[in-house]
Nanobody
Framework: VQLQASGGGLVQTGGSLRLSCVASGRIFSNNGMGWFRQAPGKEREFVAAISWRGDSTVYADSVKGRFTISRDNAKNTVYLQMNSLEPEDTAIYYC?????????????????WGQGTKVTVSS
């Protein structure tokens, strides 16, 4: 199973980006998916998660109302729409496939991880 994240880049404060994560293999459609991020000098933190059917989502308080996670099982892809970006959102963003049908805030519940895509928000 491979997860390929893309869509990162440099954006000004208040701007938007959409991250994508394409999964190969059979794991995708039956598994919850999540996004995590790691800023320089900080530990990895949870951002958002979505259930296998896409009908249940959960967000970190720091991104709630600004970020939206979604998925297209026909395309084996999960998205993270990021609006109203702030310099504090600067990080490498990782997608991950959960061990079960629902994502969670706990990184331990994820079995497969992508390589990350870098997001930089300038002030």
């Amino acid at each position: 199973v491979q997860l390929q994240a893309s869509g990162g880049g440099l954006v000004q404060t208040g701007g938007s980006l959409r991250l994508s994560c394409v999964a190969s293999g059979r794991i995708f459609s039956n598994n919850g998916m999540g996004w995590f991020r790691q800023a320089p000098g900080k530990e990895r933190e949870f951002v958002a998660a979505i259930s296998w059917r896409g009908d249940s989502t959960v967000y970190a308080d720091s991104v709630k109302g600004r970020f939206t996670i979604s998925r297209d099982n026909a395309k084996n892809t999960v998205y993270l729409q990021m609006n109203s970006l702030e310099p504090e959102d600067t990080a490498i963003y990782y997608c991950a496939a959960a061990r079960g049908s629902y994502g969670s805030r706990d990184a331990y519940n994820y079995r497969y991880w992508g390589q990350g895509t870098k997001v930089t928000v300038s002030s």
